[in-house]
């Protein structure tokens, strides 16, 4: 009862080929030299397990391993890193963990961390803090500060499109983003109806 166990595993593919041909009604044929072919193949592969345990009535821990794979092959996608290929791949494994506390009654404490690992790009930890207590049974302040990391996508790296209506070009140059959430607030809740202040 204690403890929990959760796995995902899933595969997405994204696949789409289109023909532009031209056809003349008057003598209903194809023009042999306008014909152009163009695909396009997204895969990726994600999993993810999730451990969780309660230690005791005040502490809980939880931790978790995360693996994602994405393929790209298509005539829109330019990987220039290799050559002109139109082929590009990124793998990025996620090591992560949570402990909650119970620090008093009415006071609940929790820091986590999450360190991430990218073929592409640098390594990053990103850290997360909270901090609950209730007032009493209607009121309480919550506080939290965290750090956000996300990296580009194949497509925003190596994606070439451009047509009549469209001029989308991939950057390799893109950094990943990286944030800072700072939050305190007051939350008041009673028969159903709940008011929230924060800022």
Sequence with gaps: RKNYIDFTIARNQFLRITEDKRFYHET???????????????LSYFSRLNFARQISNKLE???????????????????????????????????????????????????SARGISHSVYDGKLTPAFQMKYDVTKEWNIRASYSQGYRSPDLKELYIEFIDLNHFVLGS????????????????????????????
């Excluded at 209903?28 to 997204?42: P, R």
């Excluded at 002109?84 to 494994?93: L, M, N, P």
């Excluded at 009415?106 to 820091?111: D, H, S, T």
Aim: cysteine-free.
């Design 28 to 42: 209903k044929s194809f023009d042999s030299l306008i014909y152009n072919v163009d695909s396009i193949n997204f």
């Design 61 to 111: 821990i939880m931790s978790g391993l995360a693996f994602t794979n994405d393929k790209a092959k298509g005539d829109r996608i330019i990987n220039k890193e290799n050559g002109d290929s139109s082929i590009a791949s990124f793998t990025e494994w996620a090591l992560y963990a949570e402990l909650r506390y119970k620090l008093l009654k009415n006071i609940q404490l929790m820091a």
């Design 172 to 199: 390799v140059n893109l950094r990943p983003e990286t944030s800072i959430d700072k939050q305190l607030s007051v939350n008041f809740t009673k028969n159903g109806y709940n008011l929230n202040l924060g800022a």
